[in-house]
């Protein structure tokens, strides 16, 4: 693929690629060297409006939302071949797009081909119940789908995270409208196409790319959203449910962290750094779920940061489509800036950089949003690092002395994503993980999740959960219905 990509992005609408109804159109940059990528519509509310009015039409006339469901299982099990075949020109064009390393982009195309398989697994298993009542009558339910579906999705995972929330939502028989985020829609719209490919009909999976304030208030605020399912930033989740409020839809919220990593000292302090780095070197710690807080017990403190150094000073930054990268730049200038930002007033407020802080030399990465990997330590746990997501690759470190000590510090904070443990004991591990105000914990492993397990934040980080096989419930109405099969008075 050449740097710059000739044939212009539309929006997907109705089973094809349309231009704005304003015809607007943006460059996006490749954030490695901030040249232009590539040329996208850039939609507006009448867009939004009118990718509703389709997907609601094709909600109610097509055999989507009917049957048993094999129809979706069909087309979600042929959309995840077609994206398996296509699967490293969907990575190439992802790593373009938003930076991160190809070999990260592969594993992110892969995750997405897996969670279409499970969804599709689960289209033709959606099922009621009966439930034994008094009298002669009979009660079953019916599992309903909601209608149109809403989906708003960040720009640190971009197909990832935008599939991960509609399939469940396909899955459950709605039609579909995705705001992928501005600065990384390219491969949501690929999909779009290739969704129509697989013969998912007409109208049901829309893609509008525009502005969050516009064309995503647009889409929640409209009469014919049935539920809005975001995945951004923890203020932003609030200004959603707020939209959301008026007519009660059902509203999913999978939002920011600040993630604690604790490690005991009897941990395996080498496995423990590696994993330390990939929670928060990965992506160039672009991540909800970045393990950005590391509460190391004072004995083991040292040796685990020369470990931790050493991981480090192993990565190679560089443009994700380079052979060897293993970390490549921000997605932007503005989020260089905002990471920079928090790392100079760390500094200033007198903690230590312990290493990395600001950009690398080498002349080229000078163009790129490149920030080298970070560890700060001696921190006040007040200050804004440790209490903001910074969403860069820095890595705030605390010690404890005793087990309530790091409890108390790894739950001191509003968000409540995830945590990891690092303990070869198992009681020490079980009784963390229970008291942890988190919804997800790994034991001696890296942020980690897969398309069975669920996903869904405590506290600031989110209402309601994604993935697992719970996930297309979520997306549908529970009907129950009662018969009386006499036809007298029925009997107590
Ligand atoms: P963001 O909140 O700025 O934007 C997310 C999406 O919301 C974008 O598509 C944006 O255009 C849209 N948006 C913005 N304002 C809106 C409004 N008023 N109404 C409707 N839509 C609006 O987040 P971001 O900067 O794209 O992504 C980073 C954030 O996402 C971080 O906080 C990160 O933790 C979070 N995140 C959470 C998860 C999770 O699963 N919990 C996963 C990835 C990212």
Same mark, same amino acid.
């Given at each position: 693929m050449s740097a710059a990509i000739d044939t212009p992005f539309g929006l997907f609408i109705g089973g094809q690629e349309v231009p704005a109804s304003d015809g607007q159109k943006v460059t996006l940059l490749n954030p490695a060297t901030?040249?232009?990528?590539? %040329?996208?519509?850039?939609?507006?509310?009448?867009?939004?409006?009118?990718a509703l009015e389709v997907a609601e039409r094709a909600?109610?006339?097509? #055999?989507? =939302?009917?049957?048993?469901?094999?129809?979706?299982?069909?087309?979600?099990?042929?959309?995840?071949? $077609?994206?398996?075949?296509q699967a490293a020109a969907f990575a190439e064009l992802e790593t373009l797009n938003m930076g991160k390393p190809l070999r990260e982009s592969k594993g992110d195309i892969d995750f997405v081909v897996r969670t279409l398989e499970y969804m599709a697994g689960l289209a033709d298993k959606i099922e009621g119940e009966t439930i034994p009542i008094p009298g002669a009558r009979f009660d079953y339910t019916v599992r309903e789908p909601l209608g149109v579906t809403v989906h708003i999705a960040p720009w640190n995972y971009p197909l990832l995270l935008a599939v991960r929330s509609?399939? +469940? =939502? @396909?899955?459950?028989?709605?039609?579909?409208?995705?705001? +992928?985020?501005?600065?990384? +829609? $390219?491969?949501?719209?690929?999909?779009?196409?290739?969704?129509?490919?697989?013969?998912? +009909?007409?109208?049901? $999976?829309?893609?509008?790319?525009?502005?969050?304030?516009? %064309?995503?208030?647009? @889409?929640?605020?409209?009469?014919?959203?049935? #539920?809005?399912?975001f995945t951004g930033s923890s203020d932003v989740g609030r200004r959603i449910a707020e939209l959301a409020a008026p007519r009660l839809i059902p509203t999913i919220l999978e939002l920011g962290g600040k993630s604690p990593v604790i490690v005991f000292p009897d941990a395996d302090l080498e496995r423990a750094a590696r994993a330390i780095a990939t929670g928060i070197f990965q992506n160039s710690g672009q991540m909800c779920w970045a393990g950005s807080r590391l509460v190391v017990e004072?004995? %083991?403190?040292?040796? @685990?940061?020369?470990?931790?150094?050493?991981?480090?000073?192993? @990565?190679? /930054?560089?443009?994700?489509?380079?052979?060897?990268?293993?970390?490549?730049? /921000?997605? #932007?200038?503005?989020?260089?800036?905002?990471? $920079? *930002?928090? %790392? #100079?007033?760390?500094?200033?407020? *007198? =903690?230590?950089?312990f290493l990395g802080g600001g950009r690398p030399t080498a002349p080229e990465l000078q163009a790129g949003n490149f920030v080298e990997p970070t560890v700060v330590t001696d921190v006040d746990p007040e200050a804004r690092m440790v209490r903001e997501e910074i969403f860069g690759p820095v890595l705030a470190v605390h010690r404890f002395e005793a087990a309530e000590e790091a409890l108390r510090l790894a739950n001191r904070t509003r968000y409540g994503l995830f945590a990891s443990i690092w303990t070869r004991d198992l009681a020490t591990a079980h009784g963390v993980a229970r008291q942890l105000e988190a919804g997800m914990v790994t034991v001696n492993e890296p942020p980690m999740t897969f398309p069975q397990t669920p996903f869904g934040g405590y506290k600031e980080s989110g209402v309601g959960f994604e993935q697992g096989r719970d996930a297309p419930l979520v997306y549908t109405r529970r009907k129950n219905v009662i018969v009386n099969l006499g036809t007298g008075k029925p009997k107590k």
């Open positions: 901030n040249k232009p990528l590539a %040329v996208t519509s850039v939609g507006g509310v009448d867009d939004a409006r009118h909600f109610r006339e097509s #055999s989507w =939302a009917g049957g048993d469901g094999s129809q979706r299982t069909k087309a979600l099990f042929r959309l995840a071949r $077609l994206l398996e075949e509609m399939a +469940p =939502a @396909l899955a459950a028989g709605n039609a579909v409208v995705l705001k +992928p985020a501005s600065l990384t +829609p $390219l491969t949501a719209l690929r999909f779009a196409r290739l969704a129509h490919d697989a013969g998912v +009909p007409d109208g049901i $999976l829309n893609v509008v790319v525009g502005n969050g304030r516009e %064309v995503g208030e647009a @889409l929640i605020s409209d009469g014919r959203c049935g #539920s809005v399912s004072a004995g %083991v403190e040292a040796p @685990l940061l020369e470990k931790l150094k050493a991981v480090a000073q192993g @990565l190679k /930054l560089g443009a994700g489509v380079e052979a060897g990268v293993t970390m490549g730049p /921000l997605v #932007s200038k503005d989020q260089m800036d905002r990471v $920079l *930002g928090f %790392v #100079s007033e760390a500094r200033e407020g *007198g =903690a230590r950089i």
